[in-house]
């Protein structure tokens, strides 16, 4: 079974930011976080049994960064 992800415009200006500061910050970690990100939207749509929720909505943190996907 898969679910939709939803990823709403404010989510992709963050992201975007966040990219360019990893990039800034050393190069090629920028897209190091934007696969990890894929994986989690990957693995919320994928797996939906295996994410943690609350209330209605799953979340599930992104591999290796400080940030959680809801």
């Known amino acids: 079974m898969s679910l939709p992800v939803m990823v709403l ?5 963050e992201v975007g930011e966040i990219f360019r500061w990893y990039e800034k910050s050393k190069p090629g ?4 976080f934007q696969e ?5 939207y990957e693995d919320l749509a994928r797996l ?3 994410q943690k929720r609350k209330g209605e909505y799953r979340h599930a943190l992104v591999e290796g ?6």
């Open 9 to 13: 415009p404010e989510a992709t200006a």
């Open 48 to 50: 939906p049994s295996m």
């Open 29 to 32: 970690l920028g897209f190091r």
């Open 36 to 40: 990890a990100l894929q994986m989690c």
């Open 65 to 70: 960064f400080p940030y959680r996907v809801v």
